[in-house]
């Protein structure tokens, strides 16, 4: 529909229905009306609809700015936009309202009202009340839009529309319209941006606006709202004058009824008013909120890119640089680089700016500008760079200088990370004197009680009871919560807690307090790729391997390159991954990447988890020489902080089974003895004691059934269900006894979260014959055991893989998939598998 056929269909209000119709019934009486609203409300269409009325009439209608009549002529005066008609003229037709011969409507803008305006509508009033437009309602503008597209709307679309133009006819008219080109040109309608076409018929209102009136919108388009203070200032007025300055702003129907920019007014000032004059009218604002002493980061971050100079934009940047860093890091730093670029010192900016690079994760300039503040003698800010350099230094994997750094600092809570990375580096006694606390010059925030909380958690775990830790370090990352979003941290709180959890097998404790650090924020983007490693981890050691799987992915996704921390933590996970999944080629190909991410980081107490995962994996490549030299640091550190049962149990566990896996059997049964001897410490380590003392007699042959299946069932209890469901299958796969086998093979399906059964122990010495009824899918073509057999080949695992997973042989595997071909009658590989996959779709289907 086009614009015309939509202008000749006006939507009224009930009141200038009546007044139409009683021109029609009484065409000898002169209507006398004023029309009052701002633009693009429909003060023209009324107009036309009353000349429209009166030529039905046989009423003749004139435009005074045409000329005026003599008085007695049967006319009557309509008159458009009487704002803009001289005092002379407006006079004129107050007088001819006043003697009452003929019609006079005059329709006109609430602003400007000069004195002889003001008179004739007075006049009119009291011949009729003045007709006041306003906008249209939801219903009235669903059906402008119905008539545009020439289909009833969605509620979506009038919603969208509604709320863009506020109701305004003419703006509603504009979108309507560009929503139908739109359709007509088959383009996807999206409610981001308003259709460019409406956007683009405001270039005409826009170009007449006053000078001020169009700073005003400027700044309101910036954000500042109904500031009159700024806004005076801005406009160089008095707040008398700006009030009438926003009366003419509201006349050109652009302001919502609060004052504020229409959606569709603000997209049209931002796009169409001339470039400079929106970054003019920004960088003034910026500068008289910078003067106040208010907040400036919307004004600088809308002039990012925008090539403004000078001091005070400098100063700005700065500015907002500053409140952006608790939030919003990486904006923080990228604004100081602008303030840098328009001519701010670096040297005055370093500190801040090092802070910011470090809080967004991007350590190589927090780094060089925290050195460049620290070898500053005259720089008041050399303190606090060096806890910036310290942070980083951390995630670098350089706890021993992290920690030189913190004791250099002496300033909040450098004392505490200071001892926590002395004792992580096993320097225990350089560690205690800094356990006292904060000097006592220094304010009790809650930054330095959560650090001292930390640092004797970390003493308490390596000299005292496990739950102890594990109870301070989690209060020192719920007290850290409300305040550790900007805090360049060398390792969090809630990190330590959940290690310290995993080492003593509180699972559930470690995943809480680790989600609680990612909802705060806390140590900012530098520390939420290691929280979300650590839940990786807890997925891993749960044996959900493919959740586990889908975290890292996505992790990499997020951060890309990882700092050396990190990237060990994910090779490890990579690697143990590969190895629960039996994927020898992938736990080959990721070696490579985990040798160099070995190199890169140190031996410290909190890389343990990763080390032993390494120096399993190593055993099963046959590439042990290259952890050798690692373990050898981590027994010297371990033995170094006394040996402590909590952090060398895990290690332990791991030396077992990469002793085994070498078939190494004394260097074996020297980590089950070291483990019976911290059977004592904990639940965890009991538990550990217990299971490898099994595993020493599964790998020599002798199982004892009942007290292996107890040991499996304590390590699934301890959280560790794919070490527990191992256990088992293995010890199923090495008896002779046929039942013990069963019942172990049940025990690993139960603890590996696949429900058990006679079926799938009947079939797994792979010479059982095929049966019909319980344990066949729909269709009576496979039992249970070959559907999952067949589920697991079809995934893409070898047959060495599947048998690992189901704790059975590879030859009955190759058995089962022998059966199963020979029972479809499949001529080849290719057949089978197309067979299998119809078969276990139909299977699964709903039926």
Request: glycine fraction near 10%; charged fraction near 20%; charge should be neutral.
């Amino acid at each position: 529909m086009t614009h015309t056929a939509i202008r000749h269909q006006p939507l009224l209000d009930p009141r200038t229905r009546r007044l139409l119709d009683s021109v029609g019934s009484a065409p000898h009486t002169p209507p006398r009306l004023g029309v009052v609203a701002p633009g693009g409300h429909g003060k023209t269409t009324v107009l036309r609809a009353l000349a429209d009325a009166c030529r039905q009439a046989d009423v003749g209608v004139l435009d005074p700015r045409w000329g005026l009549p003599d008085a007695t002529d049967d006319v009557v005066l309509l008159v458009d936009d009487a704002h803009q008609l001289g005092d002379a003229q407006l006079r004129e037709l107050r007088q001819r309202v006043e003697r009452g011969r003929q019609g006079v409507v005059v329709a006109c803008r609430p602003w400007p009202r000069p004195a002889a305006l003001a008179e004739l509508l007075e006049a009119l009033d009291l011949a009729t009340p003045l007709l006041t437009l306003g906008p249209l309602s939801h219903d009235q503008t669903a059906e402008l839009l119905g008539r545009a597209l020439d289909a009833t709307p969605s509620p979506a679309t009038v919603d969208h529309v509604h709320a863009q133009t506020g109701g305004v006819p003419r703006f509603v008219r504009w979108m309507a319209e560009a929503l139908a080109d739109q359709r007509r040109r088959g383009d996807r309608e999206t409610t981001a941006e308003p259709p460019a076409g409406a956007v683009a018929r405001f270039r005409h209102d826009l170009d007449l606006l006053d000078p001020d009136v169009r700073r005003l919108l400027l700044a309101m388009e910036a954000g500042v709202g109904l500031r009159m203070d700024l806004l005076g200032a801005l406009l160089g007025r008095a707040a008398d004058e700006v009030g009438e300055v926003m009366a003419a702003a509201r006349a050109t129907g652009l302001l919502a009824a609060d004052g504020t920019l229409l959606p569709l007014s603000r997209s049209a000032v931002r796009s169409l008013l001339p470039a400079e004059q929106r970054v003019g009218v920004r960088q003034r604002l910026a500068e008289l909120q910078l003067a106040r002493g208010e907040s400036v980061l919307p004004l600088a971050r809308s002039l990012l890119g925008s090539g403004v100079g000078g001091e005070s934009v400098a100063a700005a940047f700065e500015a907002a640089a500053g409140e952006a860093l608790p939030a919003e890091p990486a904006l923080s730093a990228e604004l100081f680089a602008a303030a840098s670029a328009v001519g701010r010192p670096v040297s005055a900016l370093a500190a801040g700016w090092a802070l910011a690079a470090a809080l967004a994760g991007d350590l190589d300039p927090a780094l060089r500008l925290a050195d460049q503040v620290i070898g500053a003698r005259d720089s008041p800010d050399r303190a606090n760079a060096a806890c910036v350099a310290a942070a980083a230094l951390a995630h670098r994997g350089q706890l021993g200088r992290s920690a030189e750094l913190y004791r250099w600092a002496r300033t909040g809570p450098s004392a505490a990370f200071a001892a926590v990375g002395l004792i992580g580096t096993g320097q225990l006694a350089a560690a205690e004197p800094l356990l006292a606390g904060n000097p006592s010059d220094e304010p009790p925030t809650l930054l330095a009680g959560a650090a001292s909380l930390t640092a004797h958690g970390v003493h308490e775990s390596v000299t005292g009871c496990w739950t102890a830790a594990l109870s301070t370090l989690v209060r020192a990352s719920s007290l850290l919560e409300p305040a550790g979003r900007a805090v360049p941290l060398p390792d969090s709180p809630a990190a330590l807690a959940a290690l310290v959890a995993v080492h003593c097998g509180e699972l559930d404790v470690a995943d809480s307090v680790l989600a609680r650090a990612l909802a705060s924020g806390m140590g900012g983007a530098l520390m939420a790729t290691r929280h979300r490693l650590l839940q990786a981890w807890i997925l891993m050691v749960r044996g959900r391997t493919a959740l586990a799987a889908e975290h890292l992915a996505q992790i990499r996704k997020d951060v890309g390159s990882l700092e050396p921390r990190d990237g060990l933590f994910a090779v490890a996970l990579d690697v143990g991954l590969a190895r629960r999944g039996s994927d020898l080629p992938a736990l080959r190909e990721t070696w490579a990447h985990a040798r160099e991410a070995v190199l890169r980081h140190p031996v410290d107490l909190f890389t343990f988890l990763p080390l032993g995962e390494l120096a399993v994996a190593a055993a099963r490549l046959g590439d042990q020489d290259r952890v050798v030299p690692h373990l050898r640091e981590a027994t010297a550190l371990a033995r170094r902080l006394g040996d402590p049962p909590l952090w060398v149990t895990p290690l332990h566990w791991a030396g077992l089974h990469a002793a085994l896996v070498a078939d190494q059997q004394d260097v074996a049964e020297e980590h089950a003895a070291a483990l019976a001897a911290n059977g004592h410490h904990n639940r965890f380590c009991a538990v550990l004691a217990h299971a490898a003392e099994c595993w020493l007699a599964v790998s020599s042959g002798t199982i004892d059934p009942t007290r292996t299946a107890a040991a499996a069932r304590g390590l699934r209890d301890a959280g560790l269900c794919w070490d527990g469901a191992r256990l088992a299958g293995q010890a199923a796969i090495r008896t002779s006894d046929r039942k013990a086998m069963v019942g172990l093979l049940e025990c690993a399906r139960l603890l590996q979260g696949r429900p058990g059964g006679s079926r799938a122990g009947a079939s797994t010495g792979g010479s059982a014959p095929h049966r019909s009824g319980a344990g066949r899918v729909p269709g009576g073509q496979l039992s249970e055991r070959e559907r999952e057999v067949a589920s697991l080949v079809l995934s893409g695992l070898t047959y060495k893989q599947v048998a690992d997973r189901l704790f059975i042989s590879a030859k009955t595997v190759e058995h089962h998939m022998a059966r199963i071909r020979h029972r479809l009658g499949c001529a080849n590989r290719g057949e089978l598998l197309t067979q299998l996959r119809h078969l276990l779709q139909r299977a699964d289907s709903p039926s």
